[in-house]
T-cell receptor
């Protein structure tokens, strides 16, 4: 079966510290992968998307970066966190057969 | 370009009453429309989608949505609301002619509150 795993569920990090959030997908190959940020519990902002290994597109300029080292692995990173990076981060993938989108359970990041 | 508008930040309804959560969209081609629900501190869960065919789409948990091309709307409905339906609801659209990235655009979300 197809599943998506996202971890950690919650994270508290000091300003200036690095960040690494991981997302993996099982049961499919060559998925389109997406990172979203949800601020203040409302709208979703697309941060990055990837159509294949090593192919990353950024939607907005920011303090974050993304990488896709393997087909079903998508990583969100930062070298130095800012207070404004706090939020709820969601990973998603596109199911080609159903042509739908499945979301991970999210990571609540608090930068202090 | 594609966009979605959810004009209501919050919808309040009494348990047992019908509910409607509004959504309008804009795409240059044919729309592919979705509704998702989000419970606190959780990911988005798929409710239903419309690509083509019958304008009334039935989805999970008794929800349905009506596609109206002339009004460019895709309102979410349920005949009888439950307290457990209280959550944040997102409408999303994708232009069917978009290729490669297949990026959907999400609305800002509508908070549904069902009162006992």
């Amino acid at each position: 079966s197809q599943t998506i795993h996202q971890w950690p569920a919650t994270l508290v990090q000091p300003v200036g510290s690095p960040l690494s959030l991981e997302c993996t997908v099982e049961g499919t190959s060559n998925p389109n992968l997406y990172w979203y940020r949800q601020a203040a519990g409302r709208g979703l902002q697309l941060l990055f998307y990837s159509v294949g290994i090593g192919q990353i597109s950024s939607e907005v300029p920011q303090n974050l970066s993304a990488s896709r080292p393997q087909d079903r692995q998508f990583i969100l990173s930062s070298k130095k966190l800012l207070l404004s990076d706090s939020g709820f981060y969601l990973c998603a993938w596109r199911d080609r057969l159903r042509d739908g989108y499945t979301f991970g359970s999210g990571t609540r990041l608090t930068v202090v | 370009a594609q966009s979605v508008a959810q004009p209501e930040d919050q919808v309040n309804v009494a348990e047992g009453n019908p509910l409607t959560v509004k959504c309008t969209y804009s795409v240059s081609g044919n729309p592919y429309l979705f509704w998702y629900v989000q419970y606190p501190n959780r990911g988005l869960q798929f409710l239903l989608k419309y690509i083509t065919g019958d304008n009334l789409v039935k989805g999970s948990y008794g929800f349905e949505a009506e596609f109206n091309k002339s009004q460019t709307s895709f309102h979410l409905k349920k005949p009888s609301a439950l307290v457990s339906d209280s959550a944040l609801y997102f409408c999303a659209v994708r232009d069917l002619t978009s290729g490669g990235s297949y990026i959907p655009t999400f609305g800002r979300g509508t908070s549904l509150i069902v009162h006992p």
